[in-house]
């Protein structure tokens, strides 16, 4: 399913970081909704992702590289673990892809609860260093 993009089809001189979003988007068989809800982001933010008139923090970019189960640095330069060419059209039976989904809905789970356990341990910290 990922494979190492060696002829750069989706590098900067080729696809813009909206069009490497869909086009991962679309290989993990989701619609702008589906995966908007996902991220818990309005329709439009992604929406504007895709058409590459804004960028998402850095924590939504974290969610959504492990959604569509691509690389951070491919999503941004089009280097490094991503998806395949189209020109190389593989399909994934959809009950393989629903389980992935769902491990993929687990591990941003997992994210961001562990996130929100480092916010409340910094709290808790500062909270005990002012007593």
Do not use: C
């Not at 690389?71 to 393989?96: H, K, M, R, Y």
């Amino acid at each position: 399913m990922e494979t190492q993009v060696t002829d750069n089809w989706y590098g900067p001189d080729t696809a813009t970081f909206g069009d490497r979003v869909a086009a991962a988007r679309e290989q993990a068989g989701m619609d702008q909704k589906k995966l908007a809800r996902r991220l818990g982001v309005k329709l439009k933010s992604l929406q504007d992702w895709e058409y590459d008139l804004s960028e998402p923090r850095a924590n939504k970019l974290s969610m959504m590289a492990g959604l569509l189960n691509v690389s951070i640095a491919w999503l941004l330069t089009g280097q490094g673990e991503g998806v395949e060419d189209p020109s190389d059209p593989g399909t994934i039976d959809p009950e393989i892809a629903d389980l992935l989904g769902e491990i993929r809905d687990i591990k941003v789970q997992i994210s961001q609860s562990a996130d929100r356990l480092g916010r409340l341990e910094k709290q808790l910290r500062l909270k005990l260093k002012n007593e």
